[in-house]
C-alpha cells in the first residue's frame, strides 16, 4: 500500500520545515511520496522547499477563488491528479505528523481493508500551550459531528475522488476539505475508524481558514447555512432524513438579515 502525503501551503514559511521535516523522518518502512502543493507563497516558504528538493514533489498553482477553503479544495485535487498513493494523508502547511503515524495509520487500514477513513486524535497547539482535541464519536442526529481537522485526516484515494468529485461541492464556497469528509464518511456512509492515539500536531492560528470565523460573526451564520444545506443535499443524496429542522430555519432566518457581499 503506497502512501503519499498532500501538503497544501500558501504563506507558512514559519512551520512549513517542522511540516516537511515531520514527513520526511516518519518510522516507516514503507515507501511514502510527499508531495507540497502552494499557492505561490510569497514569505520563505521557497526557502525551505529549496532545502528539500531532493525529498519532496512541488506543485505550484494560483489561487482560483477569494475563498481559502476553495483554494485549498483547488490544490488537494491538483494533488491527487500527480499523486501515485491509493492512501492519502492530508496535511496542512502549519501541522505536523509525530513519527509514528504513518506506521500506525497504515497498519489499521491492513487490518481494516474495508475502512476508507482513518481520523486520528490530534494535539491542538494555541500559542505555547498543548491541548487534546476532543472528538464526540457519537453523532446526535440533530447536529454535524465534531469536526476532525484537515490533518488529522487519512483517506484512500478513490474515496476522497469520490466525494470531490460530486458537482454539488463547487456551491460552497465556505465549507472546508475536512467538513466535507467529516459529514459524508461519518454521517453517510460510515465507514471510518476514530483512533484514541495522537498522531498529529494542529496549530491553531488565527490566520487559518478555521481561525479566521469568529463565532456568532456574519461569516460564521452564511458558513452554518452553508453546511445545513450541504448536509441536507448529502442525506437525500443518499436516502436519509434529515433532522435538523429548528438550527436550520434559525440559521436561515438569522441570515436574512444578513447583507450578502
Known amino acids: 500500500m503506497k502512501s503519499s502525503i498532500l501538503i497544501t501551503s500558501y504563506n507558512k514559511g514559519k512551520y512549513i520545515d517542522q511540516c516537511i521535516s515531520s ?3 516518519q518510522d516507516i518502512a514503507e515507501d511514502i511520496e510527499i508531495l507540497v502543493l502552494d499557492n505561490y507563497s510569497e514569505d520563505t516558504s521557497n526557502e525551505v522547499f529549496n532545502k528539500y528538493r531532493d525529498n519532496i514533489k512541488i506543485f505550484k498553482k494560483k489561487r482560483v477563488s477569494i475563498h481559502p ?20 494523508y492530508l496535511l496542512d502547511g502549519d501541522d505536523f505528523f509525530l513519527k509514528n503515524k504513518l506506521h500506525n495509520v497504515n497498519n489499521i487500514f491492513k487490518k481494516n481493508p474495508n475502512i476508507k477513513v482513518v481520523f486520528d486524535t490530534s494535539l491542538k497547539k494555541r500559542e505555547n500551550k498543548f491541548y487534546t482535541y476532543k472528538i464526540k464519536e457519537k453523532i446526535n442526529k440533530n447536529i454535524w459531528p465534531t469536526i476532525i481537522n484537515t490533518s488529522s485526516i487519512t483517506i484512500k484515494k478513490e474515496f476522497i475522488l469520490e466525494i470531490l468529485n460530486k458537482k454539488l461541492l463547487d456551491n460552497f464556497s465556505l465549507l472546508e476539505i475536512d467538513f466535507r469528509i467529516n459529514v459524508y464518511s461519518r454521517n453517510i456512509k460510515k465507514n471510518f475508524i476514530i483512533t484514541k492515539d495522537t498522531y498529529t500536531v494542529y496549530r491553531q492560528l488565527n490566520d487559518s481558514i478555521m481561525g479566521n470565523t469568529k463565532k456568532y460573526s456574519s461569516k460564521w ?18 436516502g436519509l432524513k434529515y433532522h435538523n429542522k429548528f438550527d436550520f430555519i434559525l440559521t436561515n432566518f438569522i441570515n436574512k438579515f444578513i447583507k450578502t457581499k
Open 69 to 88: 477553503a476553495l483554494n485549498q479544495i483547488d490544490l488537494i485535487k491538483e494533488g491527487l491528479s500527480i499523486s501515485n498513493g491509493n492512501l492519502i
Open 23 to 25: 514527513c520526511i523522518n
Open 221 to 238: 451564520w452564511k458558513k452554518r447555512k452553508q453546511a445545513h444545506e450541504f448536509m441536507k443535499i448529502m442525506y437525500l443524496n443518499n
